[in-house]
């Protein structure tokens, strides 16, 4: 799975909505301190910047190398590749430390790790008391009741073609084991649903479907889930490729402490 982001690293850029940035004065109000942050997954870095907004420093690590080229710079926000093959403590030496990082992110990335190695490198890293890990993702974006019709029917020719990891996101991480305790935000079997509001032209969410996983995988396996009589249609209901539109994108966070 290391690199099944790689291909559509440029769309990934280009075409994925923001997080609010409420959300990290939201997370930032429940860490006792704001001197370090780990964003996991960190892709082109777009959580990596919104946590800097609130800690002294951040650290952004992914497997992609690909990613991590195109990731966006700012001053407290530093880089670095950590293949698969680099050992946990090899990782908490390069994060900083046991009991060093006040905050960990995970953004639409948590459900393709090895869970309980990486649920163990969090409970070593974070603060105790005061850390916290939150992690969240989005699974369905609403536009307008014609449109999110003909979405579904595309969405569900995408099943076939992902990775079974990718259902956890997809379920809205329902099913996503999460051994922390809850802060209110969020608990195992129970996130914390969420909306991001974005204003696009067709063109843009065209950019985001793109770069999902089970497109590019079935391109791959010679299934153009993208033909050209699937984009005509998703079009005519948005209203016209250079029509901005409000989309909605549903999400959902689960955030927790160590258990002590």
Known sequence: ??????????????????????????????TLHHSLAWDVGTGNGQAALGVAEHYEQVIGTDVSEAQLKRSM???????????????DDEIISLIGGEDSVDLVTVAQAVHWFDLPKFYSLVARLLRKPGGLLAVWCYNDAVVSP?????????????????????????????????????????SEEKPLELDIPKEMSFEGFLKMISSWS??????????????????KELETVWGGSKLVRSVIYKAFMLAGKVRL
């Open 73 to 87: 710079t700012h001053p407290r926000v530093r880089y670095f590749h950590t293949p698969l093959s680099m050992s």
């Open 1 to 30: 799975m290391a690199g099944l982001f790689d291909k559509q690293a440029d769309l990934y850029l280009d075409g994925r909505p923001t997080y609010p940035a409420q959300w990290y004065s939201m997370l930032a109000d429940h």
């Open 146 to 186: 014609a449109f999110d019709s003909a979405f579904k029917r595309f969405h569900d020719s995408t099943l076939p073609f992902w990775h079974p990891n990718a259902f956890l996101a997809i379920e809205g991480y329902k099913r996503l084991p999460f051994p922390f305790e809850s802060i209110g935000l969020g």
């Open 214 to 231: 089970a497109v590019v995988t079935a391109k791959d396996q010679g299934v153009e889930l993208l033909s050209q009589t699937v984009v």
